[in-house]
Nanobody, 123 residues
Framework: QVQLVESGGGLVQAGGSLRLSCAAS????????VGWFRQAPGKEREFVAG????????YYADSVKGRFTISRDNAKATVSLQMNSLKPEDTAVYYC????????????????WGQGTQVTVSS
């Protein structure tokens, strides 16, 4: 079955960096667009970044543009999210998701989800 497993979360001070990874299995990874989403306590899950099947097209939420970078390695079936200049408002559970189509920004458009990894940014 399809599995997406996130890793790399943790506690970091404001201004610091973290690199999240998402490892996929059970699917032909190169045919799936991948997105990163996050959900803070009491808030809806929101789009953070997305990357196309071939890694050429990338989308970012305005709130993370210039600070976060998404990348993928189809040979290893992994997607990474490099997060720099972290802010307390970036604190959330981060999820990766995959869809058998070009990338999208809406939660309901994704077919598979990971369990999430907690990112906490202290001020």
């Amino acid at each position: 079955q399809v599995q997406l497993v996130e890793s790399g979360g943790g506690l970091v001070q404001a201004g610091g960096s973290l690199r999240l990874s998402c490892a996929a299995s059970g699917l032909t990874f190169s045919t799936y667009g991948v997105g990163w989403f996050r959900q803070a306590p009491g808030k809806e899950r929101e789009f953070v970044a997305g990357i196309s099947r071939n890694g050429i097209v990338k989308y970012y939420a305005d709130s993370v543009k210039g600070r976060f970078t998404i990348s993928r390695d189809n040979a290893k079936a992994t997607v990474s999210l490099q997060m720099n200049s972290l802010k307390p408002e970036d604190t959330a559970v981060y999820y990766c998701a995959a869809r058998l189509n070009p990338i999208a920004t809406m939660v309901g458009e994704y077919d598979y989800w990971g369990q999430g990894t907690q990112v906490t940014v202290s001020s």
